[in-house]
C-alpha cells in the first residue's frame, strides 16, 4: 500500500456544516457535519478516487510540490453609499 498527500480545501457552509474539496482531483468532494467528520469524509472520497483510478489503469495524480497555499486577509476602503 503507497501513501499520498494531498492538500484539502475545508469550507464552512451557511447551514454550520462543513464542505472538502481536493484541488489535485477536481470533482473529488466531501461534506460533514463539523470538521472532524468532514476531513474523515474526505479521506474515504480521496481513497475511493484513487481506487476508480487505479482499477481503470489510469495514472494517480501526484499533488505539484511548489505550490504554497495561502489565505490572506485584506482591508479596502470604500466609498460611503448615497
Not at 7 to 36: H, K, M, Y
Not at 45 to 70: D, F, K, M, Y
Not at 75 to 80: C, E, I, L, T
Amino acid at each position: 500500500m503507497e501513501n499520498f498527500i494531498y492538500t484539502i480545501e475545508v469550507t464552512r457552509q451557511w447551514n454550520g456544516s462543513f464542505a472538502v474539496t481536493v484541488p489535485t482531483l477536481p470533482g473529488c468532494v466531501a461534506r460533514g457535519t463539523d470538521f472532524a467528520h468532514a476531513v474523515s469524509k474526505a479521506r474515504e472520497a480521496i481513497g475511493t478516487r484513487l481506487a476508480v483510478l487505479e482499477g481503470l489503469g489510469q495514472p494517480i495524480p501526484e499533488e505539484r510540490r511548489n505550490l504554497h497555499s495561502v489565505t490572506l486577509g485584506v482591508q479596502v476602503s470604500r466609498p460611503a453609499r448615497t
